[in-house]
C-alpha cells in the first residue's frame, strides 16, 4: 500500500522552500498567487491544498505540480501550460490503467480508488487532491499530464 503521508510532506517542504524564497509574507504571498492569507499557514504546516489552490501555487511559482509533489526533480517542463484541464483527467486515467495492466476495481481494492469514484471522474468531475497524488505515484503517471498542464 502507497504511503501518502510521505508524498505530503514532499509537498509541504517543496512548498516551504519555494514560499520562503519569495521572501513575502503570508499575506503578500496570497494576495499575490490569488488565495486568502489564512490558507497559507495550513498548507506550509502540512495541510494538502484542493486542487485548484496547488495548481495556482505552481502557476505563481512556474513549476509542475510533479516537482512540488516529489514525482519528478524537474522543476518545470519546457510546454508546461498554466491552469488546469479537468477534461484531461479521465482519458489520461484510463490510458495509465491500460498501461499498467490494471483497472479501477483493483486500485480501489489498495484503497487508492473508491469504487463509486469511477462513474463521477466519467462525468467530468476530479479527484481529490491527494486521491491524484496516490494514482499518479502507483501508475507512474504525471499529475500535469492529468490535468492537461502538458
Known amino acids: 500500500m502507497l504511503n501518502i503521508t510521505k508524498h505530503f510532506v514532499t509537498f509541504t517542504e517543496n512548498f516551504t522552500d519555494l514560499f520562503i524564497k519569495t521572501g513575502a509574507s503570508k499575506t503578500e504571498f496570497a494576495n499575490n498567487v490569488g488565495l486568502k492569507h489564512s490558507q497559507i499557514e495550513p498548507y506550509l504546516n502540512g495541510t494538502i491544498p484542493i486542487t485548484s489552490n496547488v495548481v495556482k501555487i505552481c502557476d505563481y511559482f ?23 484541464n479537468q477534461s484531461c483527467f479521465y482519458p489520461e486515467y484510463e490510458r495509465l490503467l491500460k498501461l499498467n495492466h490494471t483497472n479501477h476495481f483493483q486500485l480501489s481494492k489498495l484503497n487508492i480508488v473508491t469504487e463509486t469514484s469511477l462513474s463521477l471522474w466519467k462525468k467530468g468531475s476530479l479527484p481529490k487532491f491527494e486521491v491524484l497524488i496516490s494514482i499518479a505515484y502507483e501508475l507512474g503517471g504525471s499529475i500535469d499530464k492529468m490535468l492537461g498542464r502538458i
Open 62 to 84: 512556474n513549476c509542475s505540480i510533479d516537482f512540488i509533489t516529489g514525482l519528478s526533480n524537474d522543476f518545470n517542463y519546457p510546454n508546461l501550460k498554466k491552469g488546469f
